[in-house]
T-cell receptor, first 118, second 110 residues
Framework: SAVISQKPSRDICQRGTSLTIQCQVD?????MFWYRQQPGQSLTLIAT?????????ESGFVIDKFPISRPNLTFSTLTVSNMSPEDSSIYLC???????????????FGPGTRLTVL | QKEVEQNSGPLSVPEGAIASLNCTYS??????FFWYRQYSGKSPELIMS????GDKEDGRFTAQLNKASQYVSLLIRDSQPSDSATYLC??????????FGAGTRLFVKA
């Protein structure tokens, strides 16, 4: 499995500002995913990020609010824009399908970024 | 109808007992099934994957799949207090998208 790191691990932000979360993987992977997990809730997929193409957003999430970059096969960023207290959540990066793997369906998660918006 | 359903719990079992966690899914074309464990404040970690009908054992964990009934379960034998966590069932219907259930909270009482 891949080793995934996220930065920052946590942050407290003011309403109206933006935060960019970084996700770094120690090996090249095909698929990267961004999830949100609110307290006591399960995972909600925000978007899927492929290298070299625009991210695919799930219903209820838009690029203007959650712009994503995927400049190479080991790195992605998620920006939470114009934040409000409702954006307070844990944001998780996930990867699947290393380039050498046949299976594309197993996902592994980064440690998460805990965001609090005041 | 939710695509992956789990009883939210909490499920409470005494130490040493068998914990049984259940999951149903709605897409009959689902191909891959996973159980993740998530400790409070931590990210999910993969416990087991299962792809064909029947049982798959790994240490104290056994995953069971019944595609005809659209049912997946996870048995934890000799439950330990360290098994106390939320267990997420996840289903892949093909391609890259995996659907996660809401999770079942498990408490193992010492």
């Amino acid at each position: 499995s891949a080793v995934i790191s996220q930065k920052p691990s946590r942050d407290i932000c003011q309403r109206g500002t933006s935060l960019t979360i970084q996700c770094q993987v120690d090996s090249q992977v095909t698929m990267m995913f961004w999830y949100r997990q609110q307290p006591g809730q399960s995972l909600t997929l925000i978007a899927t990020a492929n290298q070299g193409s625009e991210a695919t957003y799930e219903s209820g999430f838009v690029i203007d609010k959650f712009p994503i970059s995927r400049p190479n096969l080991t790195f992605s960023t998620l920006t939470v824009s114009n934040m409000s207290p409702e954006d307070s959540s844990i944001y998780l990066c996930s990867v699947s399908a290393g380039l050498a793997e046949i299976s594309t369906d197993t996902q592994y998660f980064g440690p998460g970024t805990r965001l609090t918006v005041l | 109808q939710k695509e992956v359903e789990q009883n939210s719990g909490p499920l409470s079992v005494p130490e040493g007992a068998i914990a049984s966690l259940n999951c149903t899914y709605s897409d009959r074309g689902s191909q891959s099934f996973f159980w993740y464990r998530q400790y409070s404040g931590k990210s999910p970690e993969l416990i087991m994957s299962i792809y064909s009908n029947g049982d798959k054992e790994d240490g104290r964990f056994t995953a069971q799949l019944n595609k005809a009934s659209q049912y997946v379960s996870l048995l934890i034998r000799d439950s330990q207090p360290s098994d106390s966590a939320t267990y997420l069932c996840a289903v892949n219907t093909g391609g890259f998208k995996t659907i996660f259930g809401a999770g079942t909270r498990l408490f193992v009482k010492a």
